[in-house]
């Protein structure tokens, strides 16, 4: 396996400008580091502003130097807020828990103006105009920063994860009751999807993870930036997936999302399968406690938890199928692309499908619930060449559809789609 560095830029760019741009790239402190798939997308594109021109960061919070350095190599200059994350990992309990609470009932607070945001962005477009690049909504609606903000020669918002579909998916699954759910929607997600177009108004261009997701946005200029992996593999440096027999499921145990549907596929499907495929084995790959997230489920046969591979392709290569029984959460789930990417089949959840579109949705072995998740996993354990030809399809549908290249290109000709319009506005 060869891994492209995200800064990279591909062979096929398009001409650059004929004047270098300045970039100022605003990012959460939860959106960094090149083992999430949050920072991975960080790191696609910063690396394509930094194939245009200098590219400051402002980063919303704080992080350690090591995660800053990993995700914007060869940078123009770091900046940090100092405020604590909306979701920081350590906030104690309780915190989280009254927090999640305000953002249920007092949804403008949590996108309300914050003026030490907005002033260390300003102070960088007093120092050089530049066009201003938002990771998510959130940071943009903190910052107050518009396309009429003297300085700023554009304003592109990458929202990636809807706000309201990632708040409403996880509330849904925890909360199962039907008249609880639509008070829900009535009260909380269709007035954050109000602020979300009245706020996205102010700027030039957003993208959105998938067609669906862009589709209640029309008023503002947008297009689809799909989520990539990260990784290249070689062609023929793993060897097919019917040389294998495990289940692979890779993913954080720091994300709840994850851990739900880990433990949702170690109740309701593993014992069915084990017992139809005995030699099978499910392997657990992941950063975090896995141990401690599955302990009740420690003495299930076949089950082996491994955490932190710091060799992923060692793993695919053991790999028959891979899985992602995710029921909820927003945006389309990287971990499908990567195991695109390394040729393995993939068994999913529907919620797991989302964003990648008739091309590869075809072609994923898509369950709506328990039982269809087994046979979806039986399929590729009993029938080798079914794995391997699948496998196969995907992988090339990744590498001309889903690949960091492709992503490159995309964000590169959204930005000077509006560069090229004429500008009116001085510092």
Same mark, same amino acid.
């Given at each position: 396996?060869?891994?492209?560095?995200?800064?990279?830029?591909?062979?096929?760019?398009?001409?650059?400008?004929?004047?270098?741009?300045?970039?100022?790239?605003?990012?959460?402190?939860?959106?960094?580091?090149?083992?999430?798939?949050?920072?991975?997308?960080?790191?696609?594109?910063?690396?394509?502003?930094?194939?245009?021109?200098?590219?400051?960061?402002?980063?919303?919070?704080?992080?350690?130097?090591?995660?800053?350095?990993?995700?914007?190599?060869?940078?123009?200059?770091?900046?940090?807020?100092?405020?604590?994350?909306?979701?920081?990992?350590?906030?104690?309990?309780?915190?989280?828990?009254?927090?999640?609470?305000?953002?249920?009932?007092?949804?403008?607070?949590?996108?309300?103006?914050?003026?030490?945001?907005?002033?260390?962005?300003?102070?960088?477009?007093?120092?050089?105009?530049?066009?201003?690049?938002?990771?998510?909504?959130?940071?943009?609606?903190?910052?107050?920063?518009?396309?009429?903000?003297?300085?700023?020669?554009?304003?592109?918002?990458?929202?990636?994860?809807?706000?309201?579909?990632?708040?409403?998916?996880?509330?849904?699954?925890?909360?199962?009751?039907?008249?609880?759910?639509?008070?829900?929607?009535?009260?909380?997600?269709?007035?954050?999807?109000?602020?979300?177009?009245?706020?996205?108004?102010?700027?030039?261009?957003?993208?959105?993870?998938?067609?669906?997701?862009?589709?209640?946005?029309?008023?503002?200029?947008?297009?689809?930036?799909?989520?990539?992996?990260?990784?290249?593999?070689?062609?023929?440096?793993?060897?097919?997936?019917?040389?294998?027999?495990?289940?692979?499921?890779?993913?954080?145990?720091?994300?709840?999302?994850? &851990?739900?549907?880990? #433990?949702?596929?170690? /109740?309701?499907?593993? %014992? @069915? +399968?084990?017992?139809?495929?005995?030699? $099978?084995?499910?392997?657990?790959?992941?950063?975090?406690?896995?141990?401690?997230?599955?302990?009740?489920?420690?003495?299930?046969?076949?089950?082996?938890?491994?955490?932190?591979?710091?060799?992923?392709?060692?793993?695919?290569?053991?790999?028959?199928?891979?899985?992602?029984?995710?029921?909820?959460?927003?945006?389309?789930?990287?971990?499908?692309?990567?195991?695109?990417?390394?040729?393995?089949? &993939?068994?999913?959840? #529907?919620?797991?499908? /989302?964003?990648?579109? %008739? @091309? +590869?949705?075809?072609?994923?072995?898509? $369950?709506?619930?328990?039982?269809?998740?087994?046979?979806?996993?039986?399929?590729?354990?009993?029938?080798?060449?079914?794995?391997?030809?699948?496998?196969?399809?995907?992988?090339?549908?990744?590498?001309?559809?889903?690949?960091?290249?492709?992503?490159?290109?995309?964000?590169?000709?959204?930005?000077?789609?509006?560069?090229?319009?004429?500008?009116?506005?001085?510092?």
């Amino acid at each position: 396996m060869r891994k492209r560095a995200a800064t990279q830029p591909p062979d096929d760019l398009p001409a650059p400008a004929s004047e270098p741009e300045a970039f100022v790239l605003v990012v959460p402190d939860t959106a960094l580091g090149p083992t999430r798939g949050a920072g991975q997308r960080s790191a696609i594109l910063y690396a394509a502003l930094k194939s245009m021109g200098p590219t400051r960061i402002v980063i919303v919070g704080k992080s350690e130097p090591t995660r800053i350095t990993e995700t914007f190599p060869d940078h123009d200059g770091i900046w940090q807020t100092g405020t604590r994350s909306e979701v920081a990992s350590k906030r104690p309990m309780t915190e989280k828990l009254l927090g999640a609470l305000g953002r249920y009932i007092f949804v403008s607070r949590n996108y309300r103006y914050d003026p030490v945001t907005h002033n260390m962005i300003r102070d960088r477009l007093v120092e050089q105009p530049a066009a201003v690049v938002f990771r998510y909504f959130r940071p943009f609606s903190l910052s107050g920063i518009t396309n009429t903000t003297p300085g700023a020669r554009l304003v592109m918002v990458d929202v990636d994860d809807r706000d309201d579909q990632r708040l409403g998916s996880s509330v849904n699954q925890a909360i199962r009751i039907p008249f609880m759910q639509r008070l829900l929607d009535v009260l909380v997600l269709k007035r954050i999807r109000s602020l979300m177009r009245s706020r996205l108004t102010g700027a030039t261009h957003a993208w959105f993870a998938s067609e669906e997701d862009a589709r209640d946005f029309e008023i503002v200029p947008s297009s689809v930036l799909r989520n990539v992996s990260f990784v290249t593999v070689e062609n023929g440096t793993l060897p097919p997936p019917s040389s294998a027999r495990d289940v692979l499921f890779v993913g954080i145990a720091g994300h709840r999302p994850n &851990v739900e549907g880990v #433990r949702w596929f170690l /109740r309701e499907c593993w %014992p @069915e +399968i084990r017992r139809r495929h005995p030699n $099978a084995r499910f392997r657990l790959v992941g950063m975090g406690n896995w141990s401690k997230k599955t302990r009740f489920f420690h003495e299930s046969d076949g089950f082996d938890v491994i955490g932190y591979a710091p060799d992923l392709a060692a793993e695919y290569a053991r790999a028959r199928l891979v899985i992602a029984p995710v029921l909820e959460g927003g945006g389309s789930k990287i971990k499908v692309i990567e195991a695109c990417a390394f040729g393995r089949p &993939v068994a999913v959840m #529907r919620h797991s499908s /989302r964003g990648y579109g %008739p @091309e +590869i949705e075809h072609h994923l072995a898509i $369950a709506g619930n328990a039982a269809e998740f087994i046979d979806s996993c039986d399929r590729f354990l009993s029938d080798p060449a079914d794995a391997d030809k699948t496998g196969a399809t995907l992988r090339k549908l990744q590498q001309s559809h889903f690949s960091p290249q492709v992503a490159h290109i995309r964000i590169l000709n959204d930005i000077r789609q509006h560069l090229t319009r004429p500008q009116d506005k001085d510092l």
